[in-house]
């Protein structure tokens, strides 16, 4: 069940500038979470923001009744939150969203995960869950230099799963748009992936909806979209649909398969 | 006792409310994504998305950014339509024991009567809420509530359409506002509401582009608020036995006490519910206990303010 | 090479800036309260206090009240006068190389045109500004600039009273902007600034009083941005070959921007200069910083919004 | 000369629920103050209050560069003093205002302090002038009950300073208000007082205008207005005069003789 959860900072981790993990004590949130779903986030009393900012659960702990968050600094939300200082209560509105979708994955098969950028945050909380449900991971990892994979360390380790970097300027891992390097890995492989999920910028997404459908992998978008409440009301963060004229992201999202988003009208980002 | 002894109650016209704190139309979808957060029974009514005759896909994004204490939107009334609200949406909030009030609107004056005949026949809507600021494509395009005889007009003829209290929703762009709120009472609404969004624009600075698709939205939340208050004093004013519903930024119990004191009988909830979807809920909690501890009735607080004469509708600019 | 090379210089008509940061009449004194704070040879322009035929005591306390992102004020025009503004402070004004513009009212026509007339002989002013938001006690207190045609008589009369660039100052609150921004500009006004502040208002919830011993005051601040903006890109799109000064809620370096792609070619800062009395400063120096990393002059920045095409002025409510 | 200063929380000290002392490093406003002069504060980011906030300048430590304010909480803005943590960093506009009068008289003289609650607050740095100036202090101070002055020992100790404490319900010091007090004690002194400062709500200042005009004392009033600016632009904080429609309290005052004020056109505080 939805409910607004006041919420404890308890540390906050570096990995460069502008990248960063939160981590807040919300038990019951930690509860009733799972994989791919948002919060939408307030600091309270700060004159900016006005309206709350979505993000995705980056992983919890549910022992400790913790939730974890990676954020990318761009604008005042993210920088109220690096701002932010330990001990100080926030407010998550959660859980929102549909999740991904993994558990008709009989155990063994092996999925493909493609991050761009701050576009990994919510794939450490899946990687374990892929993990429990015993399927195996390639996780292509991208961005246009090394810094932008500074919390790289944060999807390693889990069981079975192959981390494969890709950057840009080919500072770090392979050279190249992330995108390119999955083709080609996907491409050689003899049994296509079982499942792919991705998240990333919009124009990441644009270049990975041809190659999915190529390939014939079913794909799970983690989808952006400005959001004004992020449970269905304000109907501000729609995507321009295949099937119907707009998908509402925050509820029937943000996780969408791409043969549903109508691409060519999408207006890309100012 | 009877209702209206009820701390809380309050009558305006033909309608009776437990209290005097409603949801706006378009900040609080169809009520069931709220109950969650809110017991939709305790609310004195909610105002569902704006509903038309068919279902409205809307603009396309993006469609809503922030401003300095407020939002700007441009969604373009998207809504399921009326006839899928009428099956899908009202017979839940029936049960759940709602005081529903249909907002409708329309592109041509017999579009909003086809709505609210639609309307008419079902069962558990407590009101109908015209939303008067939007485009009379029969007239080019110009808004039903920018003219006062356009307002009279589409009053008039929804008015032998319903027998349920009619609401009509002024807009705050409309070149005299005194006039249209005279216009749609004497044209037979129960009952106004103001104020509808004031039309605003955001710019990207460094592409120069428009925020919203649309190019200029209508702008919500606190920013509004002492204009929103300023038009519910000035036409409690002028028409001072017309019951008035104020909209406009509010999110604390003072700020109803304001809205209260400037003369309206009710208080619509709006952007406030998308950064705390409870509020409402809790509104109504701090109105009992604020009421309880001065042993006063809600509606021994409507129009306090005036008792300190005419404040001066001047511009008082500097 | 000539002014208008200079990345920051703007010309407005007849209006000759060395930058597009001025400061708002009433929120900047008469200049000299900001020599601790910024170079005034520095910035734009600087629009005094509006003044008028004889010192005006204004309002009694309380004058000022803060809203959400902005603020109420009620001051009644308080000012010197203009004689004793020629007398103390125009010459201080014009040592220190300040880019005056004289802010003007008046009660009645005449009265303007005798306050125009006393400024026509003193050196040290580039420009008049007419406030035409206040009360004509001839017509009953109606203001001036809520009707196209007082608007338009008052400014021709003026017109002929000063061979100086004419500013005439825009109300939000007029019922018809695009009807009184040309009404202005075929009387002969060289360039409109707009907005003047809208009016609002707010009452203390305990006593129920209006905060304002006035009873309204005028809203002013980042809350009314989204306002402003929409409504020089308004004018701008009706009246493209007319120069305009945008006015509302800047307090940012992106503030500017936006107002320069709406369309106007300079900007005044207003309230802001409360909270941090040297933000007109900082404002050109950013200004500058940002034209030298691109390369880019002011002129070419103004107007860019209006490529993307007409951004429909109608409500967009919800 | 006027600047806006950087000023960093170095404590804050409780005395009683809502009364409390802050202390802020800011070395150039303390050199530059006057007793009875004021600042402008701000505490950024915050969305409320919009305005900045008019506080006295309570003491300066010129050796540790300190300024100290005493603070009463009643809204947002001396709420988020009170809820600053040690170490944030505020925007101190100063010195401001016109500051009291004493170097005029000769060492010895007795001079009387009359202040109400939290009017107090530009007392400790006064006391500490006169004191230096030798001149000799009685100081009324008064309030409803007793924790209305739970921050006397703020005003206590310096050298040659009296304190008279008076409180409406008895619980401490005389019984009564500060003003009759005062008057009493006035009244049975051979030689008036050099001198009378007061500082507190305007129900006192209207009291205390015609006891000090009965007994020819000459006073100085640190007066309370709306202020918009602090410096003279805004016209907010006008107080209507005897001798001029209205005196601009941040310029011309805060510090104002009674005889100046139009008492009758003032507005009681809502
Ligand atoms: C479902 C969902 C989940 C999200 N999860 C995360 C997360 O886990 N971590 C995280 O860091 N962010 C996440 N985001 C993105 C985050 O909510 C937005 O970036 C948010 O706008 C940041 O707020 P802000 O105030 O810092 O920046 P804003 O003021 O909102 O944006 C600043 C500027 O950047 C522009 N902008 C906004 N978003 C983007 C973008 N994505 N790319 C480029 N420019 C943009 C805006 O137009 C504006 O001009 C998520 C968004 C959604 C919808
Ligand atoms: C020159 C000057 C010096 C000052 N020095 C100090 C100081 O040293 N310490 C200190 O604590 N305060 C001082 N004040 C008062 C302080 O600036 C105001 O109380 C300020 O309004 C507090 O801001 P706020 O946001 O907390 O309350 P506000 O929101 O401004 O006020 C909250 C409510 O209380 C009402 N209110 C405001 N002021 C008063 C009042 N004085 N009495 C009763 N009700 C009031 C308001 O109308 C409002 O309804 C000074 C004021 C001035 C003009
Ligand atoms: C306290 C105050 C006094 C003002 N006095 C005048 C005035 O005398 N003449 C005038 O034309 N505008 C006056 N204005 C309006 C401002 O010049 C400006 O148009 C308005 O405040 C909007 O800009 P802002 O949001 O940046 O403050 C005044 C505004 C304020 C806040
Ligand atoms: C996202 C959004 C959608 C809205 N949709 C409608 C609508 O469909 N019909 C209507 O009459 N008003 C609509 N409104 C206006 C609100 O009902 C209300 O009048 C306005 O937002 C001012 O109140 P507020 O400041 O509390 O939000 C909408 C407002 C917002 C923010
Ligand atoms: S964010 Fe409001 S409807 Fe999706
Ligand atoms: S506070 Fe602005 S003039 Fe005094």
């Not at chain 1, 109907?235 to 321009?240: K, M």
């Not at chain 2, 909003?112 to 809507?125: C, F, K, S």
């Not at chain 2, 979807?277 to 607080?301: F, M, N």
């Not at chain 2, 300190?308 to 600019?317: I, M």
Request: glycine share 10%; proline share 6%; aromatic share 6%.
């Amino acid at each position: 069940m939805k409910a607004d959860h006041r919420a404890v900072l308890l540390r906050r981790k570096r990995f460069s500038t502008g990248l960063f993990s939160v981590t807040f004590e919300a038990p019951d949130l930690a509860q009733a979470v799972a994989p791919g779903q948002f919060a939408m986030l307030e600091v309270p009393g700060q004159i900016r923001p006005y309206l709350r900012r979505a993000y995705s659960i980056a992983d919890v702990a549910l022992s400790r009744g913790e939730v974890e968050f990676l954020v990318k600094t761009i604008g005042p939300g993210t920088r109220a939150l690096e701002d932010l200082s330990e001990g100080a209560v926030v407010r998550l509105l959660g859980p929102l969203g549909n999740g991904f979708s993994w558990t008709d994955l009989e155990s063994g098969r092996e999925v493909a995960i493609v991050a761009g950028g701050i576009g990994a945050a919510p794939f450490p909380f899946l990687i374990r869950a892929l993990g429990e449900a015993k399927l195996r991971v390639d996780l292509f990892l991208g961005g246009r230099r090394a810094s932008d994979l500074s919390f790289r360390d944060r999807l390693e380790g889990a069981a079975d799963s192959r981390l494969i970097l890709a950057t840009e300027d080919g500072s770090l891992g392979e050279r190249g748009f992330v995108t390119e390097v999955f083709r080609a890995a996907a491409r050689k492989r003899s049994a296509p992936y079982a499942r792919l999920f991705a998240c990333g910028p919009m124009a990441m997404f644009s270049a990975l909806a041809p190659i999915v459908a190529e390939l014939g992998i079913r794909a799970e978008f983690s989808t952006e979209a400005d959001m004004g409440c992020g449970f269905g009301v304000c109907l501000g963060c729609v995507i321009p649909a295949k099937d119907k004229p707009f998908l509402v992201s925050c509820v029937e999202g943000p996780i969408l398969p791409p043969e549903r988003i109508a691409w060519e009208k999408l207006r890309p980002h100012p | 006792m009877t209702a209206t002894t009820l701390p809380l109650a309050v009558r305006l016209g033909s309608l009776q409310l437990k209290n005097p704190i409603l949801t706006a139309s378009g900040t609080f979808g169809y009520g069931l994504e709220f109950t969650d957060f809110v017991d939709l029974s305790r609310i004195g009514g909610l105002c569902t998305k704006g509903l038309s005759l068919r279902p409205h896909a809307g603009n396309v994004p993006p469609r809503i950014c922030e401003t300095p204490a407020g939002m700007l939107n441009a969604i373009g009334l998207q809504n399921v339509g009326v006839e899928n609200f009428v099956k899908e949406k009202l017979p839940r909030l029936r049960e759940i024991g709602a005081t529903t009030i249909a907002n409708v609107w329309g592109d041509t004056e017999e579009d909003y009567v086809t709505v609210v005949e639609a309307l008419e026949g079902a069962d558990g809507i407590a009101a109908i809420e015209l939303n008067i600021s939007c485009p009379n494509v029969e007239k080019g395009g110009m808004l039903f509530g920018n003219s006062p005889s356009a307002t009279a007009s589409l009053v008039s003829r929804v008015r032998k359409a319903t027998k349920r209290p009619l609401v009509v929703k002024l807009s705050p762009n409309a070149p005299d506002l005194v006039e249209s709120a005279r216009a749609a009472s004497e044209a037979g609404a129960d009952v106004l509401s103001l104020i509808n969004t004031l039309v605003g624009m955001a710019i990207d600075p460094e592409t120069a582009k428009p925020r919203l698709s649309f190019g200029t939205g209508g702008l919500s939340g606190p920013a509004i608020k002492p204009i929103a208050l300023r038009m519910v004093f000035q036409v409690a004013r002028a028409l001072p036995r017309v019951p008035l519903m104020g909209i406009g930024g509010i999110s604390e119990l003072t700020d109803v006490l304001e809205f209260l004191a400037a003369g309206a009988s009710a208080v619509q909830v709006g952007t406030a519910n998308f950064k705390d979807p409870s509020v409402s809920g809790r509104l109504v909690r701090e109105l009992e206990t604020y009421c309880a501890s001065r042993e006063a009735t809600v509606a021994s607080l409507v129009g306090r303010a005036h008792r300190f004469g005419e404040a001066r509708d001047a511009g008082a600019e500097g």
